[in-house]
Nanobody
Framework: QVQLVESGGGLVQPGGSLRLSCVAS????????MGWYRQAPGKQRELVAY???????NYADSVKGRFTISRDNAKNTVSLQMNSLKPEDTAVYYC?????????WGQGTQVTVSS
C-alpha cells in the first residue's frame, strides 16, 4: 500500500508563495495520475491540481495561473508550487491519486494565508 506524506505548508501573507511536497513510499506512483486536493473548514475536499502519468496537467479554475503541479518519478514525489496566494486558499492540502483518490490519505499540510 502507498503511504503519502505531505509537507511545506505554513502561514503566509496574501500574495506570498509556498511549495508543497508529497513523498510517496511503499511502491512507485510513477504510473499513476496524481493530484493535490484541499479541504477548507466546513467545506468538502476538492481537487485543485492534477498531473497525469505522462506529465499532462490540469487545474481548478480557482488556482489556474497561480499554482503549478510537478512530479519527480525518480524521487517518487509530487510538488505544488503556489504563488499569489489568497486568503481563500487557506486549507489543509493533501496529495493522492488524481481524480480517483484510492490511496490512504496522509495527514495533510496546513496552508494559512493571512495578514
Amino acid at each position: 500500500q502507498v503511504q503519502l506524506v505531505e509537507s511545506g505548508g505554513g502561514l503566509v501573507q496574501p500574495g506570498g508563495s509556498l511549495r508543497l511536497s508529497c513523498v510517496a513510499s511503499g511502491r512507485s506512483v510513477s504510473t499513476y495520475a496524481m493530484g493535490w486536493y484541499r479541504q477548507a473548514p466546513g467545506k468538502q475536499r476538492e481537487l485543485v491540481a492534477y498531473i497525469g502519468s505522462s506529465g499532462s496537467t490540469n487545474y481548478a479554475d480557482s488556482v489556474k495561473g497561480r499554482f503549478t503541479i510537478s512530479r519527480d518519478n525518480a524521487k517518487n514525489t509530487v510538488s505544488l508550487q503556489m504563488n499569489s496566494l489568497k486568503p481563500e486558499d487557506t486549507a489543509v492540502y493533501y496529495c493522492n491519486r488524481g481524480r480517483h483518490p484510492t490511496f490512504n490519505w496522509g495527514q495533510g499540510t496546513q496552508v494559512t494565508v493571512s495578514s
